[in-house]
C-alpha cells in the first residue's frame, strides 16, 4: 500500500447521492471515494444501504485497492470525488 495514501475507518451512506462514501487521506488531504448504489446493488446484490455499508465492510480491503488505483491514475470527477463502479 502506498503510505502517502490511507483509509481512516469512517465510511457512510449518504442520502442525497445514494451512495457509500468513505474518505482517502492523500498526502494529508481528503479525498471522497464512493460507490453508487446501482454499483452497489451490481456487485453485492441487495436493496438497502445498511446491508450495502456491511458489504463494503466486509470487502474493505479490496475496495480501498481498487480506489487507491484509481487515485493514482487521476480518476476524480469534476467535483474532486473518486468514483467506483
Known sequence: MNQAILFPDREEWDDANQSLCFPALVNGFQVTCALSAEALAHRFGGDA???WVESF?????DLEDEAEQAICNQKED???WIWLS
Open 49 to 51: 444501504p445498511e446491508f
Open 57 to 61: 465492510r466486509l470487502h474493505r480491503w
Open 78 to 80: 469534476d467535483q474532486g
